[in-house]
């Protein structure tokens, strides 16, 4: 059985930082390219970054770029994202996913066959 269990979220003031992670069970980790999405109340779940199993390529949402890092440790399982100089349009329930490497695209939601509960990220102003 797939397990994803993000930890990490919380309360910070912009400007903070957080550290996201998502730690995998069921999963062999090199098989499967990771993504972060994000969902803030009343919009649709969009992309954020995502990190594939092969020369450790990544991608990351224009809104994102030069201030969130995506990273993994593989003799973990877990996946990380690194939150910097965050802004309250960063609040939204983050998620972290897998797909196949085989197929799909980093930034379609419909890629991703597995996914964890959610992580609630709040930027107050």
């Known amino acids: 059985q797939v397990q994803l269990v993000e930890s990490g979220g919380g309360l910070v003031q912009a400007g903070g930082s957080l550290r996201l992670s998502c730690a995998a069970s069921g999963l062999r980790f090199s098989y499967y390219n990771r993504g972060w999405f994000r969902q803030a109340p009343g919009k649709e779940r969009e992309f954020v970054a995502a990190i594939r199993w092969i020369g450790d390529g990544t991608n990351y949402a224009d809104s994102v770029k030069g201030r969130f890092t995506i990273s993994r440790d593989n003799a973990k399982n877990t996946l990380y994202l690194q939150m910097n100089s965050l802004k309250p349009e960063d609040t939204a329930v983050y998620y972290c996913?897998?797909?196949?490497?085989?197929?799909?695209?980093?930034?379609?939601?419909?890629?991703?066959?597995?996914w964890g509960q959610g992580t609630q990220v709040t930027v107050s102003s």
């Open positions: 996913a897998a797909r196949s490497s085989y197929s799909g695209s980093d930034f379609n939601t419909r890629s991703y066959a597995y």
